[in-house]
């Protein structure tokens, strides 16, 4: 009885998929495989006329405090938990963590919430949706400015394992992947959200994290493993 389940032990973990993080962050479960890395783009910021700030990144908020450290005054729009985690740490009192994370929806709710306010998106120089643009045509005094951009980050001699599962936590992952790699059949893709979802070619075997969290992703990863 003993050998058998050690046997069904050792047969479980040897069908468990290696899982590739494709994040600029470690997390322990998964083979860290950063895709992206970043550049500070300017060194230069005035707030001073602005009521509220939008980060949609963690590393938007880090580039901003080394510039402008006046930016935790104001009202902050931070979208996602480890976005606002850090505003909170960095010292801003005044956050607002919307529920909505993509383009229209997000969008939508700063209309109904601040349409009264001046608001300035602080952000990386290629987004998946043009926010700024739609908040103004509703009459929102909204600009942007691009803090910081993204480069990729090149692999000549990796070989990832056959039946993988690959986490993608933006389409910026997506794209500087296919620079590196081919994808295989027997890979899995899970995906942070719906925008990500989009980015990926419709013939490739996906799944949705049930919150944009790395977390919810390597949860949901360690789950399709298991039953592959």
């Known amino acids: 009885m003993m050998r058998n389940r ?3 032990t050792l047969m479980a973990k040897k069908r468990m998929s290696k899982i590739y993080l494709c994040s600029p962050k470690k997390f322990d479960g998964c083979e860290f495989l950063p895709m992206i890395e970043f550049k500070r783009v300017t060194n230069s910021l005035d707030l001073d006329r ?3 700030i939008i980060f949609t990144s963690k590393q938007a908020i880090v580039y901003t405090n080394e510039i402008n450290s006046s930016w935790k005054n104001k009202k902050i729009l931070a979208v996602g938990k480890a976005t606002a985690k850090i505003a909170s740490e960095l010292g801003a009192t005044d956050i607002y963590n919307p529920k909505e994370f993509y383009g229209r929806e997000l969008a939508k709710d700063i209309i109904d919430r601040f349409n009264n306010l001046k608001i300035i998106y602080l952000r ?9 643009d739609l908040l103004q045509k509703f009459g929102i005094d909204a600009s942007e400015k691009v803090i910081y951009e993204t480069n990729c980050v090149k692999y000549k ?5 056959k039946n993988s599962i690959i986490i993608f936590t933006s389409p910026s992952t997506i794209k500087c992947f296919f620079n590196s790699f081919k994808w295989d059949k027997s890979y899995k893709a899970i995906v942070i959200g719906k925008t990500t979802l989009k980015a990926l070619d419709s013939g490739i075997q996906s799944y949705i994290a049930n919150t944009p969290t790395i977390a919810s992703c390597v949860e949901k990863a360690q789950e399709i493993s298991k039953i592959l």
Not at 157 to 161: P, T, Y
């Open 50 to 52: 602005f009521d509220a």
């Open 6 to 8: 050690i046997y069904y």
């Open 124 to 132: 990386p120089k290629i987004v998946a949706f043009d926010s700024v």
């Open 157 to 161: 001699d990796k070989e990832l394992e």
